[in-house]
């Protein structure tokens, strides 16, 4: 049995996971999935935005990446929680938040 | 042949920690368990042991500190009793499910209110369901012996266990006791190497995880597993320990139980009195007999069901009440124990005594095989819950 976070998935047996869900290395919340409750979804207006980058710090969580040029990319919703902070830091009104429909 | 010594039910228990020499303790002292830590801090500031002792500011810190140590990878270890083990709640549920092997000597004393210091089992069993092994000693030597087991008991399943022993009874009584030389004992025990750790391994690891309703079912039903495989664990170190010292230990100990057609059920040390009372009435012509539970967790449902089956009359003595109006916690038990298992015909009462540091002598004793003569007779249990010795 390997016991890696990234096997802990919804359906583990009881046999299966970790005792007490220790979790046994580091940098797991890469592979959990956390952005699964969201109720709303930020869309990005690229024509837009200025690329100011103002909505990067204001994510609580890791789900606006940068890239190499320096510039943000499309949002990464598999940690986001939808709460919409980027939407209002914005100044540019490029950043809307729609009703998540699965 | 061991050390033949005289101490007291808490220095008993102190002198095993110091032969076993563990990692960390986190203690607050709270009447009657104050001393094992008091003698315990001796033996640290005497150099006799390497423990890291940490005086905290209650129990509940108490029970933290041991966590913390325990999931670094130490042994970790605590005393308490009464209102200091309530307070300990909260932790007490985050060490077992969190899966660490701390131990933790209970010296059973009676919960406020009125305001008592004296022996019931009101603070074990009221922390029955927090997912530790529970042992109850009868006498000093008892407390003394498991204790040793404790360790190899708790960490071959991967949960807390509590040495549970009569606050004042035994705690503070002094007795003859045979005690286990060093080497012996520490080669009983052995170390402790978990395979996971906090400290000293090239993995991280995290304890004490979130597990949303996805996950939390699971790892209950894992926990619960091993609280069912301590079972044999406690019997095959029983046996173990039995062959190093000749005093062999399971779930239960079974006395004049053989022909017997009314019994008592109870734990702790009024077994020794309740042994007179069996010998007495025996000496009389009269077919009694006691079961003194040693694990009440995991709870020995099978072999209680087995010794009994063939009895025509038994009182289950619980030393602390449910307040459920309508018996002791381990009448529910031993009843739905043989419910399970299909068993009708034995007429089973509950008796609520020895509340609060009550007197429990052989005459109380005689008085309840009074009563299952009379139901044995009848076949009628009339009242099935019911208090001993108590002022009408």
């Given at each position: ?102 | ?109 009676a919960l406020s209110g009125p305001i008592n210091i004296n022996n019931d089992h009101s603070d074990a069993m009221g922390v029955r369901d927090a997912g ?76 004490g995880a979130y597990a949303t309703p996805v996950y939390y079912m699971e790892a209950k039903r894992a926990q619960a597993q091993a609280m069912m495989d ?105 009843a739905a124990s043989l419910y399970a298992a299909g068993e009708s015909g034995p007429k089973g009462i509950s008796y609520i005594y020895g509340l609060g ?36």
């Amino acid at each position: 049995m390997s016991w890696k976070a990234s096997e802990m998935t919804a359906d583990v047996k009881w046999k299966d996971i970790t005792p007490g869900c220790n979790i046994y290395e580091g940098g797991t919340s890469k592979v959990v999935e956390t952005g699964d409750w969201r109720t709303e979804r930020p869309v990005l207006h690229a024509e837009k935005c200025r690329q100011c980058l103002l909505c990067v710090p204001v994510c609580p969580d890791m789900s606006i990446p940068v890239g190499k040029d320096g510039k943000r990319g499309e949002f990464n919703l598999f940690f986001c929680k939808g709460c919409g902070i980027c939407s209002v830091a914005c100044p540019f009104g490029a950043i809307e938040m729609v009703r998540e429909e699965k | 042949m061991g050390i033949r010594e005289r101490l007291s039910g808490n220095e008993a228990v102190a002198y095993a920690m110091k032969q076993i020499n563990p990692d960390v303790m986190g203690a607050f002292p709270i009447t009657p368990s104050t001393e094992i830590p008091q003698y315990f801090s001796a033996y640290v500031d005497n150099g006799q042991v390497d423990t890291e002792f940490i005086p905290v500011e209650s129990e509940h810190s108490a029970m933290s500190t041991c966590i913390g140590a325990e999931a670094a990878g130490c042994r970790a270890i605590s005393a308490t009793s009464s209102c200091g083990l309530c307070y300990m709640t909260e932790m007490l549920y985050v060490a077992a499910s969190d899966r660490l092997p701390i131990t933790l000597a209970v010296s059973c004393r009676a919960l406020s209110g009125p305001i008592n210091i004296n022996n019931d089992h009101s603070d074990a069993m009221g922390v029955r369901d927090a997912g530790w092994i529970q042992l109850f000693a009868e006498t000093n030597q008892e407390a003394y012996d498991n204790y040793l087991q404790a360790m190899r008991i708790g960490e071959a399943v991967s949960l807390p266990i509590m040495v549970c022993q009569d606050g004042f009874i035994t705690s503070h009584a002094i007795e003859n006791i045979e005690l286990v030389e060093d080497e012996k004992v520490r080669k009983f025990v052995g170390e402790y190497h978990p395979e996971h750790a906090l400290l000293g391994r090239e993995e991280p690891m995290a304890v004490g995880a979130y597990a949303t309703p996805v996950y939390y079912m699971e790892a209950k039903r894992a926990q619960a597993q091993a609280m069912m495989d301590a079972k044999d664990v406690i019997r095959k170190v029983g046996k173990e320990f039995g062959k190093l010292t000749g005093r062999s230990y399971g779930l239960i100990e079974k006395y004049e139980m053989e022909d017997a057609e009314e019994a008592i059920v109870l734990m702790g040390s009024s077994a020794g009195t309740a042994k007179e009372a069996v010998n007495e009435l025996r000496a009389k012509g009269r077919k009694v007999g006691l079961i003194k539970i040693r694990a009440f967790r995991p709870f020995p449902s099978e072999e209680l069901t087995e010794a009994l089956k063939g009895v025509k009359a038994f009182a289950a003595m619980d030393k602390d009440d449910s307040f459920n109006g309508h018996c002791g916690p381990m009448y529910a038990e031993i009843a739905a124990s043989l419910y399970a298992a299909g068993e009708s015909g034995p007429k089973g009462i509950s008796y609520i005594y020895g509340l609060g540091g009550r007197d429990v002598r052989v005459e109380s004793i005689q008085r309840v095989f009074k009563e299952l003569e009379k139901i044995a007779e009848t076949g009628k249990t009339g009242k099935t819950y019911r208090y001993l010795d108590v002022r009408e």
